[in-house]
């Protein structure tokens, strides 16, 4: 899932660059520049980085040659992601990649005419950063991570797994993960399936989530995927 959400990303901001009205011009004079918005913390915590770059070489588009990337870290910070915001639409990118709502909200804040492709976002319909999927006008575009029916398949496969589960406790971030938690209940009451919400505001959180999992006694354990990778406690 991660790598199709790479390339759908990587793909929209290349598009969004031609499709920009100042793009033929900037062609000529200078090398196309992207600016990168990450909610979280700089590698190797960013799970979206290197596998963005990789596709950008895959489409022919090489750092320091051919196309030029700003790296931003907001690390889970409302005020960073605004600054930092500012400060790529100050170097003047061609286009803004955001990732995760907070960023992507950081992003429109700050300029209204910069295309912004979004990844790892959950639902921007519900969350207000597109009108629509089909038509989201404005300035920003992208996938969305979420729907009913992968919630409903990723409990399936657990039912695979384990053919009596009953008790799932779902780990999130309540900055970013309630839409998750919503779609995944939605589905687990069809199956007949209980869902435990656990939400966790940062590394320091985790001991406790797990002791409240372990209390509920849960059979298995789904995680929102910006918790995935192991957050570095930061100095």
Not at 66 to 75: L, M, P
Not at 93 to 108: K, N
Not at 195 to 218: H, K, T
Request: charged residues 25%.
């Amino acid at each position: 899932m991660k790598l199709a959400l790479v390339t759908v990303v990587a793909a929209l901001t290349l598009s969004s660059f031609a499709a920009s009205p100042f793009a033929e011009a900037q062609q000529t004079t200078k090398v196309p520049r992207i600016g990168y918005l990450a909610w979280g913390y700089p590698p190797p915590s960013d799970p979206w980085r290197e596998p963005f770059r990789e596709r950008l070489r895959e489409l022919e588009y090489v750092e320091g040659q051919n196309i030029v990337v700003e790296y931003r870290w907001a690390e889970e910070r409302s005020d960073r992601a605004a600054d930092l915001a500012a400060e790529l639409v100050r170097l003047r990118v061609d286009v803004i990649v955001a990732w995760v709502g907070t960023a992507v909200r950081a992003a429109q804040n700050a300029t209204r005419t910069i295309p912004i492709v979004m990844g790892a976002v959950a639902d921007p319909v519900r969350s207000g950063l597109v009108a629509s999927l089909a038509r989201p006008g404005g300035n920003t575009t992208g996938p969305s991570m979420m729907t009913l029916d992968i919630a409903g398949k990723r409990l399936e496969l657990l039912r695979e797994i384990l053919p009596g589960v009953r008790r799932v406790a779902f780990l999130f971030s309540p900055k970013t993960g309630l839409g998750f938690v919503e779609e995944t209940q939605v589905a687990a009451q069809r199956l007949g399936i209980r869902i435990q919400p656990v939400g966790v505001g940062g590394p320091q959180e985790l001991d406790g989530a797990f002791a409240a999992v372990l209390r509920e006694r849960a059979e298995a354990l789904i995680v929102e995927p910006i918790l995935t990778p192991k957050r570095i406690r930061q100095p």
